[in-house]
């Protein structure tokens, strides 16, 4: 299994950035894509952003794009997510995950390793 370990969270004003970096470790051959989520409050788990080890597709929910860039550092097994433009309604616990196999996928079940999540706090 992968090991995934979110930071980078915090409390920021409605309109500041933060980036949060994920650190795979462990079987990390099995892993074909990453995945950004978040979880707020009485909600549902839900898709911020995918990509793949290899190569450059990136994939977004419609709600982030064009505020979040997700980016990778293959020699450090580092993904990131730059939150950029935040608003209250990003206020969320955020998780990345392992994705074993198609590795853009958006839902929560294409998904086998977890990482315990960071939160994210925007103020308004």
């Known amino acids: 299994q992968v090991q995934l370990v979110e930071s980078g969270g915090g409390l920021v004003q409605a309109g500041a950035s933060l980036r949060l970096s994920c650190a795979a470790s462990g079987r990390t051959f099995s892993s074909v894509g990453m995945g950004w989520f978040r979880q707020a409050p009485g909600k549902e788990r839900e898709f911020v952003a995918a990509?793949?080890?290899?190569?450059?597709?990136?994939y977004y929910a419609d709600s982030v794009k064009g505020r979040f860039t997700v980016s990778k550092d293959n020699a450090k097994k580092t993904v990131y997510l730059q939150m950029n433009g935040l608003k209250p309604e990003d206020t969320a616990v955020y998780y990345c995950?392992?994705?074993?196999?198609?590795?853009?996928?958006?839902?929560?079940?294409?998904?086998?390793?977890w990482g315990q999540g960071t939160q994210v706090t925007v103020s308004s």
């Open positions: 990509l793949r080890w290899s190569g450059s597709r990136t």
């Open positions: 995950a392992s994705n074993p196999d198609y590795g853009l996928g958006t839902r929560v079940e294409e998904y086998d390793s």
